[in-house]
């Protein structure tokens, strides 16, 4: 059986690659930062796929009839057409869980940034200058978590440590488990008044598409700080864009756009008050071994004819 891997970060030789032929598998590499033939190629015999964040439509997966199961290197699923997957008998298995510390401390790391103008300083020095601007503490500001799953937990836990007054929406919240960690849930509408950080952790799916548009961001404070290490279909970057040139909003810090890599005729790129990482959240170390060795685990036991320790769609073999 062939496994092809679409993840960027993996190699020929790695630990995915070591396990999968140690299973017996064919092992086939293409990125989209190497690759030479279109997808539909690719998949034609593939039974499994370790995937990155290809796409994976409806179009792609119907040229692949001997697939069974796509291992998602990563929490997102949005790249793949699960009901199309379903149809046709295939497992959507992503990484849940294992990227949580990684993406939080990422969100820490951007909104300090943002508080204390560094990307800022940091030019200005490069350049000769010797600038002493005045930013701000993290202690006593209020950071509004838009999604409360795993990572805005743990995102919830490091602004509590700092001393942050923390504010929570999410639609399907655990309010047992946000009284205890003296999480205040609030509407959205409340939470972008007050929040001097808005950290977005959310799925996007069609409810969530845009729901930071220009009216929500007329909400927030002149003062305010736009986090968004989720997905960047989130946000309308238009209305963003708007908001920061007109000094509606006091700064942004995006780890995902919705067109990525970020185009070189982006109004973002042209903005000093934002910052943009290239989807790096999740990228450390120990984040991508653990996510690597899962998604390559559910592949394993999939075509082994075993369930996998998660799926989205587990109807896949009804």
């Known amino acids: 059986m062939r496994v092809l891997v679409t993840t960027a970060w993996l190699r020929p030789g790695d630990h995915v690659d070591r396990l999968l032929r140690e299973e017996g598998f064919e092992v086939v590499h293409s990125s989209f930062a190497d690759r030479h033939e279109p997808l539909t190629d690719l998949v034609r015999e593939a039974d499994g796929i370790v995937a990155g964040t290809d796409a994976f439509t409806a179009e792609v997966l119907a040229a692949a009839p001997r697939l069974k199961v796509l291992g998602r290197t990563g929490v997102g699923y949005d790249n793949i057409d699960v009901p199309a997957a379903t149809a046709r008998g295939i497992a ?127 909400l927030m404070k002149p003062t305010a700080y736009l986090i968004n290490t989720s997905r960047g279909g989130v946000v309308d970057e238009g209305a963003l864009a708007n908001a920061l040139s007109r000094g509606e909003l006091a700064g942004a810090a995006l780890d995902v756009v919705e067109v990525e890599p970020l185009p070189a005729g982006s109004r973002l790129r042209e903005l000093d008050n934002v910052i943009v990482t290239a989807h790096i959240g999740a990228a450390t170390t120990e984040s991508r071994a653990r996510s690597g060795q899962m998604a390559a685990q559910a592949v394993i036991d999939v075509l082994n004819g075993r369930a996998p320790a998660f799926t989205v769609n587990p109807e896949h073999a009804g």
């Not at 440590?161 to 999480?183: F, K, Q, T, W």
Request: proline share 5%.
């Open 92 to 218: 959507v298995c992503p990484t849940p869980g294992v990227n949580r510390r990684a993406v939080a401390e990422h969100t820490l790391a951007l909104m300090l940034n943002c508080a204390r103008l560094l990307p800022q300083n940091i030019q200005s020095v490069k350049s000769g200058g010797w600038e002493q601007p005045s930013g701000r503490e993290l202690a006593g500001a209020t950071l509004g978590i838009v999604g409360l799953g795993a990572i805005g937990k743990a995102v919830a836990e490091l602004g509590g440590v700092l001393g942050m007054e923390v504010l929570a929406h999410d639609p399907y919240l655990d309010h047992d488990y946000a009284r205890e960690a003296g999480i205040h849930a609030v509407p959205l509408d409340e939470l972008l008044r007050r929040a001097d950080f808005v950290s977005l952790h959310i799925f996007l799916d069609a409810s969530t598409h845009h729901l930071i548009d220009a009216a929500a961001l007329a």
